[in-house]
């Protein structure tokens, strides 16, 4: 036999210890010592990292959102575009280089399309960019306020945020910009959060100041009066990334993407993940994209809103709000409580933003455009708060 006689031996003791019923414990083990609950080793600058903190999305039905800048509707081209996916197309993985975004967008902006990426929202085109061209102890720059996430994301890359506050009215510090170099600069435009707008002469003269790669975050620049894409001509220094999310209601699918030089596209495809955007997410971009008619009458009516609402925040209820060049609006409450109205707001089910973390912007709410109907129902609720006695008559 196979195990020889010695074997042969020591199956047989077996069998006979199993036929009898084997008393004898089996060998033991020592006991494994207590789990150490700090084996995982984490990067001790991740450990104190403080991430970004999204807006609240509640998962039930009910709310007014006015709270993360979303479009209070979806491009109907989009919808249907996803709606006519079928088993095949959810069973393949997605173009990973999202070639028919990639060509419509080209061709919108007069370029090549080796100038074009695809991301997986506008995070993912600004994570990839930092993760491109920045390397532990580099710095990167940015004003104050502005996008929150800029310097986490560079906090994540071992990269040195700095963050020049604006000046008053929000207005761009160029001078202090131009003067402080880092591997990329960021300037969004029109700022979050008070929606400013800062003209291309700015971004042009902070190109020229030698920056190494100036980028300039469009997310809402759908709303706004002008926009920088006229200068990636002059300036192979220029990045410019804008999302889906807000002007075609894409925010659910997160669908954003960068113009700049071909040497930055190229870097940025070797670094993001393989399959970044969905399938669905890409159909619903190339659809949306081509349904300008619905994008100009929804982006026009936001305008529309917007001001209208601006007017009265000022004239009926004596509040502050600041020009806005995006489909949101910053609300300085003065000697009222922001927080309270928030509060407020809150416990009628429609929900606003909060931003603490700049003095300017300390007693203020981002307030975004929604719907007619959305914005009739927060005026009415805004009114309940700060003139009761006018509800009550």
């Known amino acids: ?103 419509i967008l080209a061709e919108s902006f007069g370029v090549g399309a080796e100038r074009v990426v695809v991301g997986n929202g506008s995070d993912d085109i600004v994570n990839l960019i930092i993760r491109s061209v920045c390397g532990p102890g580099d710095r990167l720059v940015c004003t104050r306020p502005s996008y929150s996430l800029y310097p986490v994301l560079a906090a994540i890359q071992g990269v040195e945020a700095v963050e020049i506050p604006l000046l008053e ?8 910009l131009c003067s402080t170099r880092g591997a990329v600069a960021f300037v969004a435009s029109p700022n979050n959060p008070a929606g400013t707008l800062y003209p291309p002469d700015q971004v042009a003269e902070l190109c020229r100041s030698g920056q190494n790669l100036v980028v300039v975050d469009e997310a809402y620049v759908e709303f706004a009066e002008t926009n920088c894409a006229g200068l990636l ?108 109205a928030q509060e407020s707001l809150r416990n009628k089910r429609i929900l606003v933003r909060r931003l603490e973390g700049a003095p300017i912007t300390r007693n203020c709410l981002r307030i975004t455009i929604g719907s007619e109907s959305e914005m009739a129902a927060l005026v009415e609720a805004l009114r309940e708060h700060l003139q009761p006695e006018t509800v009550a008559q």
């Open 233 to 340: 001509e002059d300036f192979p220094n220029l990045c410019i990334v804008r999302s889906l999310s807000k002007a075609y209601g894409l925010a659910g699918l997160r669908v954003g993407y960068m113009v700049g030089p071909p040497d930055l596209a190229e870097a940025v495809l070797k670094v993001k993940d393989s399959y970044n955007v969905n399938r669905a997410a890409q159909a619903a971009a190339i659809a949306a994209l081509g349904d300008v008619d619905w994008a100009r009458t929804t982006w026009q009516g936001v305008i529309e809103r917007r001001e209208r609402f601006r007017t009265l925040l000022e004239e009926e209820f004596g509040l502050r709000a600041y020009p806005s060049q995006a489909n949101f609006v910053l609300v300085d409450f003065g000697g009222k409580s922001a927080a309270a």
């Open 169 to 176: 009215g929000f207005a761009l510090p160029l001078r202090q």
């Open 1 to 103: 036999m196979w195990f020889g006689r010695a074997g042969g031996r020591w199956l047989s003791s077996i069998v006979r210890a199993l036929g009898r019923g084997y008393t004898r414990p089996w060998p033991s083990h020592p006991r494994p010592r207590e789990i150490d609950v700090e084996l995982v080793r984490i990067r001790k600058d991740i450990a104190r990292l403080v991430g970004y903190v999204p807006g609240e999305q509640p998962q039930e039905p009910g709310w007014i959102k006015l709270n993360t800048n979303e479009s209070f509707e979806c491009s109907p081209a989009a919808l249907e575009a996803v709606r006519s996916l079928g088993a095949v197309e959810l069973t393949r993985y997605p173009d990973p280089l999202c070639g028919g975004v990639t060509a």
